[in-house]
């Protein structure tokens, strides 16, 4: 749970400096990143455009490509932890697809990933 809390507390910074920084913001939610053909690339495009976001990533301890694979990670076991709490996943569709691991672990921490979720601006399941 602590690399969750970690995760959060620099996504937090990093919407906090969004939010104070319309310009890049716009930037971030831009083509360019969604269609990058990997993770790798995905972190060598937000680098080049968003040192400033880069030093926030850094600062909190994530290389940007280690942020990236933590963040999809987490939201993925979130979103199927969340599908499953409503009685609507999909698991048998998600082997190979989400880490059981990391599904195990946000579901034993629920309610606290709820509470990050809230913090970050995030919706809260229902369940």
């Not at 831009?30 to 060598?44: C, P, R, W």
């Not at 040192?51 to 490509?65: D, E």
């Amino acid at each position: 749970m602590d690399g969750i809390r970690h995760l959060a507390a620099a996504t937090s910074e990093l919407k906090e400096w969004e939010q104070k920084n319309p310009d890049a913001s716009k930037g971030m939610d831009g083509d360019e990143l969604k269609n990058a053909g990997s993770i790798t690339e995905q972190a060598k495009i937000f680098d080049s455009k968003f040192p400033q976001g880069t030093a926030i990533l850094k600062k909190n301890g994530f290389p940007t490509r280690e942020y990236l694979i933590s963040l999809y990670a987490f939201v993925q076991a979130a979103m199927v932890v969340a599908l499953k709490k409503a009685g609507q996943a999909p698991v048998d569709n998600l082997a190979g697809v989400v880490n059981p691991t990391n599904i195990d672990l946000v579901e034993k921490n629920w309610e606290e990933v709820q509470k990050l979720n809230v913090s970050l601006g995030l919706p809260a399941a229902t369940q």
